[in-house]
């Protein structure tokens, strides 16, 4: 059978956007199956010390001397304590697998954008480390607007803003981190409740993968990149 050469082309064509369409979901996937992962171990952490701090606090209640109603007060103190830490590591968690997903995706534009033999010159000079402003503005030059609706830039600089917190201030509002946690009702002084946001944040990080999955294969497509792999 006499293979025609546009045939040959246009297979190759659909192999080429089936390796990348499976690249971008196989990484929207590891990243929501990560969050849905710390979104359980935070359901039970906190059920966990909810529980617990339930069980003391009606031990306190049938406490008659003073001796026990401080240790319970003080293992109360230490229980909420551990509550909050445990919806600490589920968002700084939540927050790598965001950032992990988000450098896949800009690796996987490096890798298609240039001809193989210079694809490990480009990928050294790609390594350093992306903030969340870089991978808006990499992004938006490739022609997915991640400061503007679907995309909820807002949501997301918060959430960055609280995860720098927690892993730099111990989840503390002081003065290093007050100017930009105060946009959010944040005071000086003030201790993050995780409980406010750990979940707003795995639904935040689900809805901005799946959308720039969805965004990301339209324009390599549009861009006819996917042609460009001449070996």
Excluded at 96 to 116: G, K, N, Q, V
Aim: net charge positive.
């Amino acid at each position: 059978m006499r293979v025609i050469p546009h045939e040959v082309a246009l297979l190759s064509e659909k192999m080429k956007t089936l390796q990348v369409s499976t690249s971008i979901k196989s990484s929207v996937w590891l990243c929501r199956l990560s969050v849905n992962e710390m979104r359980d171990f935070h359901l039970h952490t906190y059920g966990y010390f909810e529980h617990r701090i339930k069980e003391i606090e009606q031990n306190a209640k049938k406490a008659k001397r003073d001796k026990d109603s401080k240790e319970d007060a003080e293992f109360l103190v230490e229980l909420k304590a551990h509550k909050n830490h445990g919806g600490y590591f589920a968002v700084l968690m939540m927050y790598s697998a965001f950032e992990r997903a988000l450098e896949e995706l800009r690796d996987l534009t490096l890798d298609l954008a240039i001809a193989p033999q210079l694809r490990d010159v480009v990928s050294f000079a790609g390594q350093r480390k992306f903030s969340l402003e870089d991978y808006a503005t990499f992004f938006e030059r490739l022609g997915i607007g991640f400061h503007r609706a679907p995309y909820d830039w807002t949501g997301l600089t918060c959430l960055r803003d609280r995860r720098n917190a927690i892993v730099h201030q111990g989840g503390w509002v002081n003065e290093i981190n007050y100017k930009r946690l105060s946009h959010y009702g944040h005071k000086i002084g003030e201790r993050l409740n995780s409980v406010d946001f750990v979940g707003k944040a795995g639904r935040l990080i689900d809805r901005t993968v799946d959308q720039l999955g969805k965004d990301f294969l339209k324009v390599i497509r549009s861009k006819n990149l996917l042609n460009n792999q001449v070996e």
